[in-house]
């Protein structure tokens, strides 16, 4: 980590400097960062001055102080900071109606404007999903799963709502596998056929309404 210079007031500088580590990697989304005393030695600053930029930028939501453990990297950037902010208080429901809403949106304009690109990247993520839930591999079937959902999106071409998608995609992933079951609901395993279906065949309504029929049926068979 390169020194500061003294122009912009320090707290900012600290700030800024950690903004940057959050984004470029360095520190990654879900790992504990380096502690306080450690971070104003290699910086040359006092701790106080460390803890202010840590505050700041826990506020935004980047960062998640964790009582008695440390500080965790929440998000990359406010707006997804933002989204995730509650999202430990999301109940199930609350997170499927959310999906419902986002996916049904990228479902619509995906059925007017997806390339074939998009679709057949559909198509090959169904395939794995059905191939995973054969081979009874859970972790394949979520894995396959969430990249047909994110797909969907993807196939959009919208990317506001892709990074609105990603800005949650940590909770959703985690309904996708709260909701993995093994057999699946032959309802379930229909309405995500059914949405390819309508994507390709430049549906929209009926992109609509087979994604909001998954999560209905998800809701149901839950």
């Known amino acids: 980590m390169r020194g500061l210079v003294r122009q912009a007031p320090l707290v900012i500088q600290v700030t800024e400097r950690f903004r940057e580590l959050i984004q470029d990697g360095s520190w990654p989304v ?14 040359g600053v006092s701790r106080g001055t460390v803890r202010e930029a840590l505050r700041a930028l826990s506020i935004t939501g980047l960062l998640e102080p964790r009582v008695g453990d440390g500080t965790y990297v929440r998000a990359t950037d ?21 999906r419902g809403g986002l996916e049904a949106a990228a479902a619509r304009i995906a059925a007017r404007r997806a390339d074939p690109a998009a679709v057949d990247a559909l198509e090959g993520a169904l ?5 995973a839930h054969e081979r009874r591999d859970r972790a394949g079937y979520v894995a396959a799963d969430a990249a047909f959902h994110r797909g969907v999106v993807v196939a959009s071409g919208n990317p506001l ?4 998608f990603d800005a949650v995609e940590g909770v959703i992933n985690q309904s996708i596998e709260e909701t993995a079951v093994f057999p699946e609901d032959p309802g379930v395993r229909d309405a995500h056929a059914a949405i390819l279906r309508a994507i390709r065949a430049g549906d929209a309504d009926g992109a609509v309404a087979a994604s909001y029929g ?5 809701k149901e068979y839950m």
Request: hydrophobic fraction near 45%; avoid cysteine; aromatic fraction near 0%.
């Open 30 to 43: 879900g790992e504990k960062i380096p502690g306080e005393h450690h971070l104003a030695e290699e910086l």
């Open 78 to 98: 406010e707006i997804t900071g933002v989204l995730v902010r509650d999202e430990r208080d999301a109940g199930l429901t609350t997170v499927l109606d959310v």
């Open 127 to 131: 395939a794995a999903r059905a191939l």
């Open 161 to 164: 709502l892709l990074r609105l």
């Open 214 to 218: 998954l999560i209905d049926g998800v």
